[in-house]
């Protein structure tokens, strides 16, 4: 047995000279922050803007496009290697800052060059009146997954070794705090995205574009309401996404420029970063798989991240659609979203969970946005433009209010010894969860076409979905057990370190 040579030490545990490394304080806390707001901003980009345009404008399947946008996610995988990357092999002197720049310049060229594909595409559909698989759209579709699933690795790139660079530069004491300012910056970060697109875009109905036109449609009908729509949105939206990348990267750039040399904590902690270089996707499955509530609990995560994100790759369309709303005005129902999403996680971890507790808060956010679901169906029913962006902003705390709860539940959900295996792969897990959800928000709208005459119809089936899906969540809730967890996972995971070790 080798259990006397298992080092179980968190990564809080440093060597007698780095209590002179200076901490974290709150202004750098909110620098940090900044390339989580830059994130939040291209998330804008990718998930409304450019989803938008490919569904509505363009006339190109909303399963297509959302099976393209998804395989940047579905490459979440890379993020472990990424990550054992940065801890091995330092670029320019560093072990996390180099790999952000690098990763973040990247998705900002990749993003770009998609968006010219996209514009092929739409072409191409445009020359033969409707869709279909040919080998030129074949060929076009082909290519833009592929420049999708380069956007993911890149991503992985920039975004792992930076989650890396929070751990390295924290302490147990303010690590929470850490999380908490860069996450809320993230929310802003889609906040600020939404705006910016909705007054950006708002240079289309300036060139004359007729807001809430199908350009697909006036095209393929030869209506000749304007002179080139095509070229007025390609123009706009070129602008866009030559502009709002390359802020990303200077918010990158400006997030961590000197901030590892000054506070990492790295190289005090080589300990604990041989044993985490170690650690495979293989091992990670083994060690989560090994107890029957760690098994539970993911489950229950991929559901409630599922039922939550099953509307991103459609609620854009449905506001265009159903409510007749131009791009600017639906690309800024995320500004509504994310703005209740921020006031739910202010709100709940100092009001709510500790009146009511973690599983309860959870439960009670489940509710909510299940309730909050049916608003938006019925505000599809109505017409009325006010009532889904009341519900959008309701969903939006509804979702803060869940979040948080869940969050909470997974910190008390992670075996100190093991702690990057876990947290790693919950972000494996919510990567591929949100790309699952993705796909299947095109999917289910594609099939309600199919059903329904009515679009309202086909958006409501995506929507009942979730309600359901929410619920179902509420379900797995009940079955989990911290106490039976900590009692069983501690020996599991020991048991699996120790077959390392001797095997």
Known sequence: MATGNIK?????????????????????????????????????????????????????????????????????????????????????????????????????????????????????????????????????????????????????????????????????????????????????????????????????????????????SLLLTNERVIENPIENLQGAVNRLFLIVPWVVVGLAFLATWGIEKKFSRYTSRSTVAEREDSVTLGKAFRVLTSSRQTGLFFVFLMVLTISLFMQEAVLEPYGGEVFDMPIAETTQLNAFWGVGTLIGFSTTGFLVVPRFGKKNTTRLGCVLTAI???????????????????????????????????????????????????????????????????????AVLDIGRGIFEAPVLAYALVFGLQAVGMISAIALLNQISLTEFRNSTQKATMMAMEGDIEG
């Open 8 to 216: 179980t030490s968190s990564v809080s545990d440093q060597s007698p000279d780095s209590p002179s490394l200076p901490t974290v304080n709150l202004l750098t806390m909110f620098r940090l922050g900044l390339f989580q707001l830059g994130l939040g901003m291209m998330s804008i980009l990718t998930l409304a803007v450019l989803n938008r345009v490919m569904i509505t404008e363009l006339a190109i399947p909303a399963t297509v496009t959302a099976g393209v946008i998804a395989l940047h996610q579905f490459f979440a995988p890379a993020r472990v290697w990424f990550g054992q990357l940065s801890d091995g092999k330092p670029l320019f002197g560093l072990h996390r800052s180099g790999y952000v720049w690098l990763g973040t310049i990247a998705f900002a060229i990749t993003v770009f060059v998609a968006v010219q594909v996209v514009w092929q595409l739409g072409g191409t559909v445009r020359e033969l009146g409707d869709w279909a698989w040919t080998g030129e759209t074949i060929f076009l579709t082909a290519l833009l997954g592929i420049i999708f699933i380069v956007y993911g690795l890149a991503l992985s790139a920039g975004s792992t070794p930076f989650a890396a660079l929070l751990v390295d530069v924290s302490e147990e004491e303010n690590r929470s705090k850490i999380v908490s300012v860069t996450w809320s910056m993230l929310m802003l970060g889609i906040v600020i995205g939404g705006i910016t697109g909705g007054v950006f875009l708002n240079v289309l109905q300036q060139e004359g574009l007729p807001w809430g036109a199908n350009v697909g």
């Open 372 to 442: 909050t679901f049916l608003l938006i169906i019925l505000a599809g029913f109505t017409e009325e433009t006010i009532l889904l962006k009341g519900a959008v902003f309701v969903f939006g705390w509804g979702a803060g209010l869940t979040t948080t709860g869940a969050i909470s539940l997974m910190l008390d959900f992670t075996a100190a010894e093991t702690a990057g295996t876990f947290i790693g792969a919950w972000g494996l897990s919510q990567a591929l969860s949100r790309a699952t959800a993705t796909v299947a928000g095109g």
